[in-house]
């Protein structure tokens, strides 16, 4: 079955600090791979979409990398702010199919 | 910005109604989907829809849910018959391009779904 695993589940950092999300996929053959930020209560909003063969993306503050031998990517958030509180998800996308495989998100709070 | 929206932002029903939600995506958009999260839970796939017809589905999109575009701009999800394990968010989502071509998907506010 597909999935998507992420970690931490969540975390605290102090507003200026840098902090990195982990994601691990085991979608194949893998399509595409998707960063979204999803405040409480709202609906997701993407940050960053990478395929096979790109290894950084970045989105402002927001810096995606991707390993696609070994199935892994990560978030990078640099110089939080207070509203870059919220949830993280990593989603990934199979070859062949238009259903995403969502994480269950990095929870990040932003404390001043 | 053009934005999907989605009605009603909550709904309260009894257990065995029937309950519609509605989007409207964004209007040059060909993709259309929608995706449930509950409480707690990872957002998970239920169905997507492409040139008037469902394009995939998930085992969650069982022959309860039903999904409709009556007209040029409206995208419904109908849920016959609820159960309280249908009490979730639901998001309406569409894009340009299917998501398996890196199609970037656009989320509306969802429609919270509580079943007594």
């Known amino acids: 079955k597909n999935q998507v695993e992420q970690s931490p589940q969540s975390l605290i950092i102090l507003e200026g600090k840098n902090c990195t999300l982990q994601c691990n996929y085991t979608v194949s053959p893998f399509s595409n791979l998707r960063w979204y930020k999803q405040d409480t209560g709202r609906g997701p909003v993407s940050l960053t979409i990478?395929?096979?063969?790109?290894n950084t993306k970045s989105n402002g503050r927001y810096t995606a990398t991707l390993d696609a031998d070994t199935k892994q990517s990560s978030l990078h958030i640099t110089a939080s702010q207070l509203s870059d509180s919220a949830s993280y998800i990593c989603?990934?996308?199979?070859?062949?199919?238009?259903?995403?495989?969502f994480g269950k998100g990095n929870q990040v709070v932003v404390i001043p | 910005e053009p934005e999907v929206t989605q009605t009603p932002s909550h709904q309260v029903t009894q257990m065995g109604q029937e309950v519609i939600l509605r989007c409207v995506p964004i209007?040059?958009?060909?993709?259309f989907y929608w995706y449930r999260q509950i409480l707690g839970q990872k957002v998970e796939f239920l169905v997507s829809f492409y040139n008037n017809e469902i394009s995939e589905k998930s085992e969650i999109f069982d022959d309860q849910f039903s999904v409709e575009r009556p007209d040029g701009s409206n995208f419904t999800l109908k849920i016959r018959s609820t159960k309280l394990e249908d009490s979730a968010m639901y998001f309406c989502?569409?894009?340009?391009?299917?998501?398996?071509?890196?199609?970037?998907?656009?989320f509306g506010e969802g429609s919270r779904l509580t079943v007594l």
């Open positions: 989502a569409s894009s340009v391009q299917g998501v398996k071509n890196t199609g970037e998907l656009f």
């Open positions: 990478m395929t096979f063969s790109e």
């Open positions: 209007s040059n958009h060909l993709y």
């Open positions: 989603v990934v996308s199979a070859k062949g199919n238009n259903r995403l495989a």
